[in-house]
């Protein structure tokens, strides 16, 4: 099967099936899924909203989550059969940054953005104090999580 | 009695506390309001930049095609085996090619970052090398300017033992972007471009003794289809994407960009970027075993 490492800021969605792996601290991933055509995408986002500086990049939630519906259905998808799942979001401390509650702020766009676009969230696993580390197949939607407890994560 | 004095008491003193926070997420809301506007006209500004853009971009496009195709015309024409015109032309024809090419990369990356399809291809790169290679390609640029170029190696390693790994294309593209700026902005004298280590970490600095940046326009400069306008230089070249690249292309590497300016005083760009760990393969898999890590103990979504 073919394998994919998720950056972040980047997404991804294709028919062939493929395990994606992606690292999440504060960022968010919204796992898209069609379970009739068996397709499935997934993004990762940094910040919830674009404000007009440098690019139009899937950085941001609101183009991240926009582009992926796009490619879905671009894909074939039919709007009505796409499921969501979501994942991060922590709250990961870094010190340095004054991104303060951006984990949080990152869940709540994909909820009201998702709401919005009448996409059903179906599972997901936000928020907490530990980085994630996530393994999604395309095929069958499924999602293998694990937690990446102690060690540094910067995403 | 006395208790219900202090209770009134604090009952006041409540009151004021809750009208001075009424008053603060007031001020605070009138502040968020601000910024949302200003967003607002941002996005507006931006919407407009890109129709903008859609009608330069021929120029940008045609113009040096054009002249490909003119040269490689006359090229074709020149008789008597005058090898003399046919290497001049031929300069004139690379330096117009590398133009068109170096646009054509910015747009690419641009649309490849926009797209969310863009990923670090790592290998192991000679950084003082790669920084000889793109200023190789400058070199017509710089002559025609009477610019003088120098590199500083302040790292403790000498040139073929220097080696580092990140996306070379990438770095070029950076690179590129900043000297090529550089160049455009600088009123003779010479470039600068010095590497050095920071706790391991790879920085550059391209210096120029150019015009300088405003300090309203360093707020501006990293927004796409952005071009600072001369005053002096009504031919300024390019399409206002080239620093936006820049910073997008340095956010996949976790780097970061400084800006040291003042009109009139030149300016100095400056640019980190990590160490990328793992060798990616083309389709930006970690080649760590990833997958083996999923084997037991993880939850099902």
Request: aromatic share 8%; with cysteine; hydrophobic share 45%.
């Amino acid at each position: 099967m073919k394998k994919l490492f998720l950056y972040p800021a980047a997404l991804y969605a294709d028919r062939e099936p493929t395990q994606i792996i992606t690292i999440l601290g504060s960022c968010v991933a919204v796992c898209l899924w069609d379970p009739v055509l068996k397709i499935g995408g997934i993004n990762h986002y940094m910040l919830p909203l674009w404000n007009g500086h440098g690019l139009a990049s899937p950085r941001y939630g609101n183009i991240a989550i926009e582009k992926l519906i796009e490619k879905m259905i671009n894909l074939g998808s039919s709007h009505e059969n796409i499921k969501a799942k979501i994942f991060g979001g922590a709250e990961v401390l870094e010190i340095e940054k004054i991104t303060f509650n951006i984990g949080l702020r990152n869940i709540e766009l994909a909820i009201e953005f998702l709401a919005e676009k009448k996409i059903p969230i179906i599972s997901s696993s936000v928020g907490g104090k530990f980085g994630r580390k996530i393994l999604y197949f395309s095929d069958t939607g499924e999602v293998r999580l694990k937690y990446v407890g102690k060690t540094k994560t910067k995403d | 009695m006395s208790d219900i004095q202090i209770t009134d008491n604090l009952l006041l003193q409540e009151l004021e506390k809750r009208f001075k926070e009424k008053e603060t997420a007031i001020l605070e809301l009138e502040k968020i309001t601000e910024e949302l506007k200003a967003v607002n006209a941002k996005l507006t500004a931006s919407e407009q930049l890109k129709s903008h853009f859609i009608a330069n971009i021929n120029n940008e496009i045609i113009n040096p095609f054009a002249s490909v195709l003119g040269l490689s015309r006359s090229i074709l024409e020149v008789k008597d085996n005058d090898w003399e015109k046919v290497k001049y032309m031929a300069k004139l024809i690379f330096v117009e090619a590398h133009n068109l090419d170096f646009q054509l990369k910015n747009i690419f990356a641009a649309a490849e970052i926009e797209a969310g399809s863009i990923y670090p291809q790592i290998s192991r790169i000679n950084i003082i090398n790669l920084i000889e290679g793109v200023v190789l390609d400058f070199e017509k640029d710089l002559k025609s300017k009477r610019l003088t170029f120098e590199l500083i190696n302040n790292t403790k390693f000498e040139k073929d033992d220097f080696t580092y790994k990140s996306d070379p294309e990438k770095l070029k593209l950076i690179l590129s972007n900043l000297i090529s700026n550089a160049i455009k902005f600088s009123k003779g004298a010479k470039i600068i471009v010095t590497v050095w280590l920071e706790d391991g970490i790879l920085a550059m600095s391209v210096k120029d003794f150019g015009i300088g940046i405003s300090q309203r326009n360093k707020e501006i400069i990293f927004d796409r289809f952005t071009r600072i306008d001369t005053g002096i230089n009504s031919l300024n070249r390019g399409h206002g994407l080239g620093l936006s690249v820049v910073k997008a292309l340095l956010e996949l590497f976790g780097g970061d960009i400084a800006i040291e300016s003042k009109v009139g005083d030149g300016s100095l760009f400056t640019v980190k970027i990590p160490e990328t760990d793992d060798i990616v393969d083309e389709d930006g898999f970690s080649i760590d075993g990833g997958e083996v890590f999923f084997v037991d103990g993880a939850e099902l979504f």
